[in-house]
């Protein structure tokens, strides 16, 4: 019985033996195999990446171009002359003018004027009196304006050698209202005037007036 027993344990690890024998054989071809196998495909993958990329290789060259500009001289086209001259036209005739006809007389312009000068006019050699060259006109003031206020204000003032004014007053008796002095005081100051000559040298003309005019228009 023991001896049965004993040669049934032997024949169990003579076939594991023979088992793990084989399966050591198997793996060692198996894992050939694999490492065969990966470099077929590692070969191929190269080849098949080397031939695809070498069909699609550009090859560029850069060409200079040539930039220079080349400019066409354009002559206009000399126009032909004309076949033949337009004629003349005919000379108007006039018809026959009377000396003695009835003249139309034109009456020159009414205009008035409020500026009052003192003074005359010299036809001396080398003398003339003063002339006015630049006349302001004052700005109308708005206390006066607001209130509908008119009239007149006279100023009086010195003409210098120079042709400018200076020391104007207002005349009080002959102002309307006190609403229009400092406005007439203003634009006397801003007058221009060709200077009184004596003797070749030109002279201050004191006593000048001026009478500003104020009025509302609509």
Not at 142 to 159: I, K, S, W
Not at 194 to 212: L, T, W
Request: charged share 20%.
């Amino acid at each position: 019985m023991s001896a049965t027993i004993n040669q049934s344990l032997a024949q169990n690890q003579s076939g594991g033996l023979a088992r793990m024998v084989v399966g050591i054989i198997v793996a060692l071809a198996v894992t050939l195999s694999l490492f065969w196998l990966m470099q077929y495909l590692i070969a191929t993958a190269d080849r098949s990446l080397n031939e695809d990329s070498a069909g699609h290789l550009l090859d560029f060259v850069r060409v200079k171009r040539d930039e220079s500009i080349q400019r066409r001289q354009l002559k206009p086209k000399k126009p032909p002359p004309p076949e033949q001259a337009p004629p003349q036209p005919p000379t108007p005739q006039l018809d026959d003018l009377n000396p003695n006809a009835e003249k139309i007389a034109i009456s020159a312009v009414p205009v008035k004027t409020d500026i009052e000068m003192t003074g005359g006019f010299s036809l001396g050699v080398g003398e003339g009196d003063y002339l006015p060259i630049v006349k302001v006109a004052p700005i109308y003031p708005n206390r006066a304006l607001t209130r509908g206020v008119e009239g007149f204000c006279v100023v009086q003032y010195t003409v210098t050698s120079l042709g400018t004014t200076k020391d104007p007053v207002v005349i009080e008796s002959q102002c309307t209202s006190s609403l229009f002095h400092r406005a007439s005081v203003n634009a006397a100051l801003k007058f221009k005037y060709k200077p009184r000559i004596i003797d070749g040298e030109a002279v201050e003309v004191p006593g000048v007036q001026n009478k500003f005019t104020y009025e509302i228009t609509e």
